[in-house]
């Protein structure tokens, strides 16, 4: 499908480094936001104005892995804080929390959920279980 946000509507929400090109997170966000359409929104209650939105967010969430953006900065002794942390997903920029709140189908933070680890504990109740003194 065609894209829905330019680089000029990108780098409207972002800080931007003007040799850093927005192509690339623009398509990825396009393909999200076309799986969003096609799998999400079968109610047909997103319009076209708010796909453009919520692209163009996630394209600057994509642009922000590649240019991380501080959330603090220091001028004296240089020292700066990034935002976001690995593995939080579309919560790691405001820019993906800002593309899951546009979003009223809620498939993106159920796709963002999706992607979390979990641990389930498959042995015996502790009860039941043998010390390690007693094993043969």
């Not at 109610?43 to 994509?62: C, K, M, P, R």
Request: charged residues 20%.
């Amino acid at each position: 499908m065609a894209l829905r946000a330019s680089d000029a509507d990108v780098r409207a929400i972002i800080d931007s480094d003007p040799t850093i090109s927005t192509t690339v997170p623009i398509r990825a966000a396009n393909t999200l936001v076309d799986w969003i359409n096609d799998k999400c929104d079968q109610d047909n209650v997103l319009t076209a104005a708010q796909l453009g939105e919520i692209e163009t967010w996630l394209a600057a969430h994509f642009y922000a892995h590649r240019d991380p953006q501080y959330s603090s900065k220091a001028t004296e002794k240089a020292s700066a804080t990034f935002q976001g942390q690995t593995g939080m997903g579309l919560e790691s920029t405001v820019w993906g929390q800002t593309a899951m709140t546009l979003d009223p189908t809620g498939c993106l933070a159920s796709r963002n959920k999706g992607g979390k680890a979990s641990l389930l504990w498959l042995g015996k109740a502790p009860s039941t279980q043998i010390d390690y003194e007693d094993r043969d």
